[in-house]
């Protein structure tokens, strides 16, 4: 390696001594060390010249120069960007021993935008030093701002996080540069762990992925993605201390400033990561519960979504470092619950109950409602599912309804209920409900009981499967789940296997079939769905009575009541009265056993 700089009547050994500080490494999170100090200061006392060194961020030493009395050579790095730090730090000394940085190190530090500039020198046997870095704020010229300190022990330099420090002045010195276009960016980092104690329902990499997609819905951009096998999660920092080391160089050279764990942490492992990476950390469930906070468009979805927060993030507000201090939104922040995450605890848990007490009140309408509906005797199908298996495009392509579609997780979160005639004319209502996914987080399943309550009310569960997916017996494995916790697991079950167009392995039919009541079809193209149709009515069909009826003509208001019921299919006058042939569910024929005439199931 080569030493670059004023190199006139210098000696060979020192010369060795110069390369040899290549061979030396700094860990990443400080700035220097005692060994590296020590090294520099004996060579300027036998040079009685400047010795500056240039590290990068991974520790390692990538120049070493040597200058006069007064100045130090310092080259031009080229990966310096004008809208960051440079990467580099340099460390050099002053013979005289006086480390305040002079007006040509402070000009370096600008002109070169190094992460940081120190000073050392001998203040009698002990080493000291002065420290200078960019603040990320602008001066009144427009030129950015700088900040010193010292001199200082060398301990004291030593205890200046690097990560930290590099990774907060980067995102305020953005914060300027790119004030319109990147101003508001989440740049993520995803990470997981693989128990190796323990089996894993999903495989890592199919999890991360599909974080991954989870992290694209919220708008963050996933610039990168980490895994380890561990037994168990730290339970400091919920991965071990080395990945962490990783992760922080990868915050760096990958300017990200938000990470994403594939699982729940604790408060005090989030807190831990965030003082220790410099940057926001949050957890698959904060990340649902984000989606959620923008997918919500009723008055009940955004008061279920922020009941869930608020459970979320009480116990978090101890001490939830830098999420709490932010003064902007982004992932895990936002949603309609955001301005109450500051407030203490006695003021949330009276928000929470109060909106307990909204949502418990709608709870009490929809059961007026679904009441309503059980009168009427009109069969009730809900569509289940996987967050993106096409429930949504199916409720169009059935009922013509309009809701939200595109291919992201959660793209629609309110329920919609239509009215849909099967072939015999037949009236159904089918409700399309919010969508599944692995470790849908407790809190939610809770919030929304009430939306969910249309699952185990309905007649018919339409279990809608992305068939070409890879993951779909998993998929279909983590909706059970969902319904045990529902209590509606045991509800009648017609399996849709949807996207049929895309599925090319014809084997994978046999094999999702397998034991199940099921049938293909594609919501997007229309294949197969009169089909569909044909397989619901043949299903109410099986659950119904038919009955020949003579009804008196002042007993007018029965048949009322039957034509309430969609249950007439044909009608005919005679002398005697109303000759009705009716469909009706064998719970409901009780109270027109007074007029049958004759009875066949059908």
Same mark, same amino acid.
Request: net charge neutral.
């Given at each position: 390696m080569q030493v670059h700089g004023e190199l006139n009547n210098i000696k060979a050994h020192i010369l060795e001594e110069l390369q040899a500080l290549y061979e030396l490494s700094v860990p990443t999170s400080q700035i220097s060390t005692h060994e590296l100090n020590r090294r520099m200061l004996d060579i300027t006392m036998l040079l009685g010249r400047e010795v500056a060194v240039y590290i990068n961020r991974q520790g390692r030493v990538v120049e070493v120069s040597v200058g006069d009395a007064g100045t130090v050579d310092l080259p031009e790095f080229k990966s310096r960007s004008e809208q960051r730090l440079s990467g580099i730090r340099c460390v050099h000394t002053h013979p005289s021993g006086d480390t305040l940085l002079s007006d040509p190190d402070l000009s370096s530090l600008r002109r070169l935008r190094f992460d940081a500039m120190a000073a050392i020198g001998l203040e009698g046997k002990d080493i000291v030093g002065s420290m200078g870095f960019f603040t990320g704020e602008l001066q009144e010229d427009g030129t950015p701002k700088l900040q010193c300190f010292g001199p200082v022990p060398e301990a004291v330099l030593h205890k200046v996080s690097m990560a930290w420090l590099i990774t907060v002045i980067n995102k305020k010195l953005r914060r300027f540069v790119m004030k319109e276009t990147r101003a508001d960016e989440e740049r993520a980092i995803l990470a997981g762990i693989e128990r190796t104690g323990s089996p894993q *329902?999903?495989?890592?990499?199919?999890?991360? +992925?599909?974080?991954?997609?989870?992290?694209?819905?919220? @708008?963050?951009?996933?610039? !990168? /993605? #980490?895994?380890?096998?561990?037994?168990? $999660?730290?339970?400091?920092?919920?991965?071990? %201390?080395?990945?962490?080391?990783e992760i922080a160089m990868a915050v760096q050279n990958l300017d990200a400033n938000l990470l994403i764990l594939d699982d729940e942490l604790t408060p005090s492992q989030q807190h831990n990561l965030e003082h220790g990476l410099g940057i926001k950390v949050i957890d698959r469930t904060a990340l649902i519960l984000d989606i959620f906070a923008q997918r919500a468009q009723s008055r009940e979805g955004k008061l279920q979504v922020e009941l869930a927060q608020l459970r979320y993030r009480l116990p978090r507000l101890g001490g939830q470092g830098l999420v709490l201090s932010r003064l @902007? !939104? @982004?992932? @895990? /922040?936002? !949603?309609? !619950?955001?301005?109450?995450?500051?407030?203490?605890?006695?003021?949330?848990? &009276?928000?929470?109950?109060?909106?307990?007490?909204?949502? +418990?009140?709608?709870?009490?309408?929809? *059961?007026?409602? %679904?009441?309503?509906?059980?009168?009427?005797?009109?069969?009730?199908?809900?569509?289940?599912?996987?967050?993106?298996?096409?429930? &949504? *495009?199916?409720?169009?392509?059935?009922?013509?309804?309009?809701?939200?579609? +595109?291919? =992201?997780? #959660?793209?629609?979160?309110? $329920?919609?209920?239509?009215?849909?005639?099967?072939?015999?004319?037949?009236?159904?209502?089918? *409700?399309?409900?919010?969508? #599944?996914? =692995?470790?849908? $987080?407790?809190?939610?399943?809770?919030?929304?009981?009430?939306?969910?309550? +249309?699952?185990?009310?309905?007649?018919?569960?339409?279990?809608?499967?992305?068939? &070409?997916?890879p993951e779909a017996e998993r998929q279909i494995a983590s909706v059970i789940e969902v319904l045990k916790e529902l209590e509606a697991e045991n509800k009648p079950t017609l399996y849709v296997f949807n996207k049929a167009d895309c599925l090319k392995d014809m084997r994978a039919r046999e094999r999702l079939l397998h034991g199940r009541e099921g049938i293909f079809v594609s919501a997007l193209e229309g294949r197969n769905l009169e089909a569909l149709k044909v397989r619901m009515e043949s299903f109410f069909l099986d659950a119904q009575v038919r009955m020949k009826l003579l009804v008196p003509f002042q007993d007018g208001s029965a048949v009322t009541r039957l034509h309430e019921m969609n249950a007439i299919r044909s009608t005919e006058y005679t002398e005697k009265g109303t000759l009705l042939e009716v469909q009706l569910p064998f719970s409901g024929k009780d109270a027109f056993m007074k007029y049958r005439i004759e009875e066949q199931n059908g």
């Amino acid at each position: 390696m080569q030493v670059h700089g004023e190199l006139n009547n210098i000696k060979a050994h020192i010369l060795e001594e110069l390369q040899a500080l290549y061979e030396l490494s700094v860990p990443t999170s400080q700035i220097s060390t005692h060994e590296l100090n020590r090294r520099m200061l004996d060579i300027t006392m036998l040079l009685g010249r400047e010795v500056a060194v240039y590290i990068n961020r991974q520790g390692r030493v990538v120049e070493v120069s040597v200058g006069d009395a007064g100045t130090v050579d310092l080259p031009e790095f080229k990966s310096r960007s004008e809208q960051r730090l440079s990467g580099i730090r340099c460390v050099h000394t002053h013979p005289s021993g006086d480390t305040l940085l002079s007006d040509p190190d402070l000009s370096s530090l600008r002109r070169l935008r190094f992460d940081a500039m120190a000073a050392i020198g001998l203040e009698g046997k002990d080493i000291v030093g002065s420290m200078g870095f960019f603040t990320g704020e602008l001066q009144e010229d427009g030129t950015p701002k700088l900040q010193c300190f010292g001199p200082v022990p060398e301990a004291v330099l030593h205890k200046v996080s690097m990560a930290w420090l590099i990774t907060v002045i980067n995102k305020k010195l953005r914060r300027f540069v790119m004030k319109e276009t990147r101003a508001d960016e989440e740049r993520a980092i995803l990470a997981g762990i693989e128990r190796t104690g323990s089996p894993q *329902t999903w495989p890592l990499q199919e999890s991360l +992925e599909e974080l991954a997609r989870l992290a694209k819905t919220a @708008g963050a951009i996933v610039v !990168g /993605t #980490f895994h380890q096998k561990k037994e168990k $999660p730290d339970g400091a920092f919920f991965l071990g %201390r080395g990945k962490v080391e990783e992760i922080a160089m990868a915050v760096q050279n990958l300017d990200a400033n938000l990470l994403i764990l594939d699982d729940e942490l604790t408060p005090s492992q989030q807190h831990n990561l965030e003082h220790g990476l410099g940057i926001k950390v949050i957890d698959r469930t904060a990340l649902i519960l984000d989606i959620f906070a923008q997918r919500a468009q009723s008055r009940e979805g955004k008061l279920q979504v922020e009941l869930a927060q608020l459970r979320y993030r009480l116990p978090r507000l101890g001490g939830q470092g830098l999420v709490l201090s932010r003064l @902007g !939104g @982004g992932i @895990g /922040t936002r !949603g309609p !619950g955001e301005t109450k995450l500051e407030v203490d605890r006695r003021r949330i848990y &009276s928000k929470i109950h109060d909106i307990e007490k909204q949502i +418990e009140d709608m709870r009490h309408s929809r *059961t007026l409602h %679904r009441n309503r509906r059980k009168e009427s005797r009109i069969p009730i199908g809900a569509l289940v599912g996987y967050t993106n298996a096409g429930k &949504s *495009t199916l409720l169009n392509a059935l009922t013509g309804a309009n809701v939200y579609v +595109e291919d =992201q997780l #959660f793209a629609t979160l309110d $329920p919609t209920t239509r009215r849909l005639v099967l072939p015999e004319k037949q009236e159904i209502l089918l *409700t399309d409900t919010v969508g #599944f996914i =692995q470790k849908l $987080p407790h809190m939610l399943v809770t919030a929304f009981r009430a939306t969910l309550e +249309e699952v185990r009310e309905a007649d018919l569960l339409l279990h809608v499967v992305d068939c &070409s997916n890879p993951e779909a017996e998993r998929q279909i494995a983590s909706v059970i789940e969902v319904l045990k916790e529902l209590e509606a697991e045991n509800k009648p079950t017609l399996y849709v296997f949807n996207k049929a167009d895309c599925l090319k392995d014809m084997r994978a039919r046999e094999r999702l079939l397998h034991g199940r009541e099921g049938i293909f079809v594609s919501a997007l193209e229309g294949r197969n769905l009169e089909a569909l149709k044909v397989r619901m009515e043949s299903f109410f069909l099986d659950a119904q009575v038919r009955m020949k009826l003579l009804v008196p003509f002042q007993d007018g208001s029965a048949v009322t009541r039957l034509h309430e019921m969609n249950a007439i299919r044909s009608t005919e006058y005679t002398e005697k009265g109303t000759l009705l042939e009716v469909q009706l569910p064998f719970s409901g024929k009780d109270a027109f056993m007074k007029y049958r005439i004759e009875e066949q199931n059908g």
